[in-house]
């Protein structure tokens, strides 16, 4: 029996298509119609859309963890806004002169706007706790309300905490990839190759990663999407305190071995990049992903250096800002 | 030494049964008694009922991350009606003329009905600390359990700022499985496939999928449970931005192999899915369980394409409520 | 040069004591003293004690978190009333007529007490942000120092908030070892076992279990410790939703082989369990320890099963309480 | 097809210079000048200055996690003092007769700073949603204004909460390595030693060491920088509770195998060291990394025992304060 599931578990090993293949395609399925888009675009999301999803897939914690400052702060405000506003009518409801304080608010305005006014300060100091008791609540409806609206107020700031821990402690490594990839000598053949660089000051270590390239080629019922890893120099790398330049070396197995850029042009051809890391500071392991399309190549260029040791400090510098620069080079 | 440690080593990989095996019975054993029932049941839960674990089993934060929000809101409501009920009542033993301001509900009710609400009313000032100060205590005791109350409401804020932390960052996978499994021709063979998709807007990458046959057999001493992993076509994919259809392939060696939908029934066939990913948005690894019975399959069915590319913006659109959607299809 | 480094990367392979033969001593080294006490105490602490690490040692985060709840709340009242002490002192040296409201606390009392418990009230309103303004602050000093104390009480329930969070949401899992370990007859052979089952709700996936085996021998040099891995019968399990018998069979090349009860007293024998699996509800990995010596091994013993189907639900019933029990059985 | 791929997945594995190798230069690439400076620090910080970077690569909560507690507590006093200021010069702007109470500050001081301090208190006293009710806003403007700034200051507090959160469970594992490495005799040769204890009371496992040594070595085209992995005598541990000392023995192969002190200064040769092990506290996995330069080396030492069972407990002591202390002993 042991014999028996020790065959059982080679013929997983054996199957059809191994595991690591799996690596090939990405995900992407070889069936996507002939276009001239992206699949990943570069800033690491995908070309996809999904839809239909329904309101389960909606989940407001990872909306509020992503969207951007700008839209995250409006949010706040337009919640604060409604809430107050909502419980501003109750207390209306209930009846304005169980607010006590006499509603002056130096300036002209129709009764029935001091009056909102009126419940909307006092729900303003009652959904942030603040209760000056300048307006204090009288009677069992608004009382009751009160304290329901100030636990609410707490409850929306609980989530609230939550919320800013989570858009803070989210590592979102900020990996720069060189706007080009090139093509560039290499020993005695070409390679292509891609610059990233760390540009916060935290530390990135056992960094590695992984180049996809997909192109389309013609079979015999018509155009198919074709991919294949790109084997690297190095595949990782175990600090990253300066600069890391990525770099398939263009042997005769590549499917880049001499392509032209209009051959690459014709073929679609798209460089999938993904790359991952732990970072000190978060203790997490952040991923990264851009792409190059055949128009985001150089041909014949090499990178600049963008470290040196600076000569009084003895420290290395490294250049964040020239981790684009190349120069020609003339290649093999 | 340096010798027999690496004998000693080796030994262990050649133990009886290999530690991949183990993953054969899933932790299930093979003593269970014939029962009609779903080991897995489809949301991925184990239809296993622990009892005797005594008050130490419990873990109030894990109750209260993994129930409905609908509870999570009442238990918070029960919790602070209560909390001020007793701290009311402390204040009433305590003295409620030792409480400022008059209790004027604005209602005819009994005297000491109006005291208790005037205590629950300033609990409650307390207990949120927004101490609108219209009632404000008086002598010793009264400010002393003030003072305890205060501290109170900030400790059960924090816990439930924890709380809602926690029930919002557990990255819990919206991943939608295909209501049935078919039983589909694939290349010259047949196979056994389900299709999986990403209901959620955050990107799920490096996923593999696991897949286990629980069955019956009739053995000299009675039925027992068996167990076998299904080889799949491809266990693992890099990015999951459309939808992945896991396929096993039917293979000679598959347990499947000639079985009729007459034949799974006889044997109680149980398919066990296991599919595991990590969250980009979460930063986490993330795990599904769901189980397909033999009356969950299709038989002669082959799934729909789900994605097409939009002509107008080049994107590729998923419709994930076509996940189910599968049509005829010539068995092999 | 590829040639050199690939060698000198299989010399590290090569080095005289492989990697995995590090796990043999676990770290506790062999010059360790002849003494009757466990290594590793049943609830998974070590028997080690570590003197002169100074003031940089200690980590009050990690303290707040591991002590008991009993400790914790008693730490937090007294944080709250030394604060409170230190602020009021502060009030009486700034005047406590910059306090307004009476001191009236409807008991007899000394003057210099009234004083200082009007401050502690005022304290406490200020620490906690209730603030109801019955007692409020005059004059420059006063208004500053009330103002650092809110800004205190708040930094002290951020701080608390952090603490709770972190004290809920240490996956601890509650693994329960069976008291005993048994020698039971296993196969035609006999085996050593141990029975875990998980106490918690939350569902454990992917265990793996290490066992070690710990004892005396005497050598030319006195005696040594030794330590040896023992081979289980299967290192992982999938799931764990019944009980996990982990089992290792004495074969001849176990360091159990012949041996009788007496043998293993005269080598001070102490098994020590590292068990660690993936917390399903925490999104954590999780590790327990825990020992058994010789004097908790129990002979000719087997496990009682513990879960049975349910007839009514066809519900697997587990009792978690019967994990302890077995009974007789004859060793081969 | 099938055959086509794995033949591409097998080239990935043969590629020039396989992954593990990768490891050998840690990043720190070949090109760098020479310099008397470390490249990692004693504290494991990278001696590299990053420039150019730009706003974005500034992220404002790494920053506060990171700076020291000090640091840490004077900006979060500044930053309530130019909230409180801002918004005290807000008041004033819509006139401080809206706050109601007099200022009385209790000392001569002029009309101007009378009504800023007015306004100073009352902005602490809703920042921090404290709100004793002595001053209280009045008017539409003024009650805007304090509507605002308690939610800023809920929302400030909310951040303080994450930050606090943040700083704390970092898992910063305080690991002592001796101060100086050794050359000792190692069985019958020699080998490159330094030992580590655990000051934290929190139990760290599954550790693992990588050394490196990195020196100056001259080539036609000058001086190059070399790296080399140092082979240890065991490279992981599966518990830590004692110390472990960490042990190259120089065998033919090193890069240490003959070398003088001197041999050593001339090759600028330096050592560095890369910890990893799982904090069984905060459940994560933490990195450390120190170096050793040629001139941290101290030759025919070897380490002092640390430990000893205590005859009355029976417990292991070790002494933290002894983990550099070495005594003479005779090379090989």
């Known amino acids: 029996m042991s014999e028996r599931k020790k065959n059982s578990q080679m013929e997983t090993n054996a199957s059809p298509q191994p595991a690591q293949a799996a690596y090939q395609d990405l995900g992407f399925g070889s069936r996507i119609e002939r276009s001239s888009k992206r699949m990943i675009n570069q800033d690491g999301s995908f070309n996809v859309r999904r839809i239909g999803g329904g309101i389960g897939a909606f989940h407001p914690y990872q909306y509020l963890i992503t969207i ?26 209930a009846g304005v002169h169980n607010l006590t304080g006499t509603p002056s608010m130096g300036m002209d305005m129709p009764h029935w706007l001091e009056d909102f006014l009126h419940a909307f300060f006092f729900s303003m100091q009652t959904f942030t706790t603040v209760g000056y008791g300048s307006i204090s609540p009288m009677g069992f409806v608004t009382n009751m ?21 989570g858009r803070f402690s989210r590592a979102t490594a900020k990996i720069r990839y060189s706007k080009e990839a090139l093509i560039a000598p290499y020993q005695n053949i070409n390679a292509f190759m891609f610059r990233t660089i760390n540009r916060r000051q935290n530390q990135l270590i056992e960094l590695s990663a992984v180049v996809t390239m997909a192109w389309y080629e013609e079979t015999e ?43 690459l042009e014709k073929m679609n051809a798209e460089f999938m990049i993904m790359i991952q890391g732990y970072d000190d500071t978060f203790a997490q392991i952040v991923h990264t992903r851009t792409s190059y399309k055949y128009f985001d190549l150089a041909w014949g260029r090499k990178f600049d250096m963008i470290y040196h040791t600076d000569e009084d400090s003895g420290m290395i510098v490294v250049e964040v800002n020239k981790v684009d620069q190349h120069s020609h080079a003339q290649l093999n």
């Open 221 to 263: 019922s018509g155009f198919r999407q074709k991919f294949a890893p790109l084997p690297l120099e190095r595949e990782k790398v175990a600090l990253f305190p300066l600069s890391w330049t990525i770099v398939h070396p263009i042997t005769p197995d590549s499917p880049l071995y001499r392509k032209t850029p209009e051959d």
């Open 145 to 165: 309300i009160a304290g329901v609206e100030a636990l609410c107020g707490l409850m929306a700031f609980a989530l609230i905490t939550g919320v800013l821990y």
């Open 68 to 93: 951007p400052w700008s839209k995250f702060h409006l949010a706040v405000v337009l919640f604060y806004l409604t809430v107050n506003g909502l419980f501003s009518g109750l207390y209306i409801l």
